[in-house]
Structure formats: structure tokens, C-alpha cells
């Protein structure tokens, strides 16, 4: 791995986040990532992954406790501040969120036209990525005619479109096989390789079993650490 400051990009002190009436996601939880770290955090299905992820992007807030991303409290974060953390978070969900009605290369497009890229970088760009997660065949095809491997990827591509400095990826190989699940981790440890911050939430240990990032599984509204990262 080349080298990253010993930042952090990512702290939680004692968040804890209660859905009505009284479900309780997570529960006290505190963590630190440092910046340029890549993350697996796993658990049972309904333990909280996906909320802890939609925390750090403030598509939730905290029930208690403090959310910090780069060292700026994200819950202070309004209007334009709000906006230019958000461009460099990368999120890839697990519901995809495409535009159904548009092609691949606008909904990939759409991210980078929001930071007023120009349009040959913009097209370059999108090239570059649906070759990487070989979708180059899908370029003007509508998002809602692809199948659900295909959406997966399209909307993991629009995540990292920015080459933000935080991408966060929920359930990122649920619907692709080997191959393609081979593919897609590549793309996501280069990203890391090149500076950026991975947080993967995910049940398939295949995808960390044979790697020696930090690992952390959500138990009972609970993070626990089930193996330190190695950061070179």
C-alpha cells in the first residue's frame, strides 16, 4: 500500500442511533479510521451496517454523540459546506439509487457535472470506469434494462466517479459472481492504493478473508474489532 498521513478521516464518540419507536441500531458506539484506510465491517443482516455508513454521509443523524468526517462535525454542516463534503464522499448503496430512465454514462456523468467537470474529462472518465468493471458494452443502455449485477456496478462507478476521498460501499458483491466480484475489489483497493478511504460494509468474507485490512463486525447496536488493519 503506498503511504497516507495517520489523519483521521472518520470518528465516532459514543453515537447511538434509535429508529421510532425504540429500535435501537447502534448503540455507544466509538471508532476511529485514519484517512487512507480501507475498512470491512460486517454483521449480521439488520445489525446496523448500512445505518453506521448513511451516518457518515448525513443521510441520518445520530440519536447521541458526535459524527466527525475530516475533523468537521458533519451535523454542523449546512448549505455549500454541506454540499462540498458531500462531493468528496463517494457512496455507493445497496438500493442503488440509479435514475432508471437514464443511460449508464448519464447516471455516472451526473456526479461529476455537480463539481462542474468539463465534458471530454467527464467522458473519459466514464470510459475509463465501465471498462474497468466491464460494462463498456452498456454505455447508452437505460439503468432500469441492466440487470441487478449490472445496476451494482454502475452505481458503485457513479460512487467513485469524483475520486472522492472517502467512498463508502454497502453490500458491494450481493448480486455479481466470482468474476465480477474479483473485478469490482480491484477497482476499490486501487482506489485505497491511490490515497482514498474504503468503508465496506459486507457478509461475503470472501471479499476479506485474504486481504489484511481492519475488520469490524456490528453485534448487538456494538462495534467490535475482529482484526487490527495493517497500514504500510
Request: glycine letters at 8%.
Amino acid at each position: 500500500m503506498s503511504e497516507h498521513s495517520n489523519n483521521t478521516m472518520v470518528e465516532l464518540i459514543k453515537v447511538s442511533k434509535t429508529y421510532h419507536p425504540n429500535i435501537q441500531a447502534l448503540s455507544g458506539v466509538s471508532i476511529s479510521i485514519r484517512s487512507g484506510e480501507m475498512v470491512f465491517i460486517t454483521g449480521r443482516s439488520g445489525a446496523g451496517k448500512t445505518t453506521f455508513l448513511k451516518l457518515l454521509c448525513k443521510m441520518e443523524l445520530p440519536t447521541r454523540g458526535l459524527v466527525e468526517i475530516d475533523g468537521l462535525d458533519i451535523r454542523k454542516m449546512r448549505g455549500n459546506n454541506l454540499s462540498y463534503l458531500r462531493q468528496q464522499i463517494g457512496v455507493a448503496y445497496q438500493d442503488f439509487k440509479l435514475l432508471t430512465d437514464r443511460t449508464v454514462s448519464e447516471n455516472i456523468s451526473i456526479a461529476m457535472e455537480v463539481s462542474y467537470r468539463k465534458p471530454q474529462i467527464i467522458r473519459k472518465r466514464v470510459k475509463a470506469l465501465l471498462e474497468e468493471l466491464d460494462l463498456s458494452d452498456k454505455h447508452n443502455s437505460m439503468t432500469g434494462d441492466l440487470s441487478r449485477g449490472e445496476q451494482q456496478r454502475v452505481t458503485l462507478a457513479r460512487a467513485v466517479a469524483n475520486s472522492p476521498k472517502l467512498i463508502l460501499v454497502d453490500e458491494p458483491t450481493g448480486n455479481l459472481d466470482a468474476t465480477t466480484t474479483a473485478r469490482v475489489m480491484e477497482m476499490l483497493i486501487g482506489l485505497n492504493n491511490s490515497g482514498a478511504t474504503v468503508l465496506i460494509a459486507t457478509h461475503d468474507h470472501t471479499i476479506y478473508r485474504d486481504v489484511e485490512h481492519r475488520l469490524l463486525e456490528l453485534r448487538g447496536g456494538q462495534m467490535h474489532q475482529l482484526r487490527d488493519g495493517v497500514m504500510q
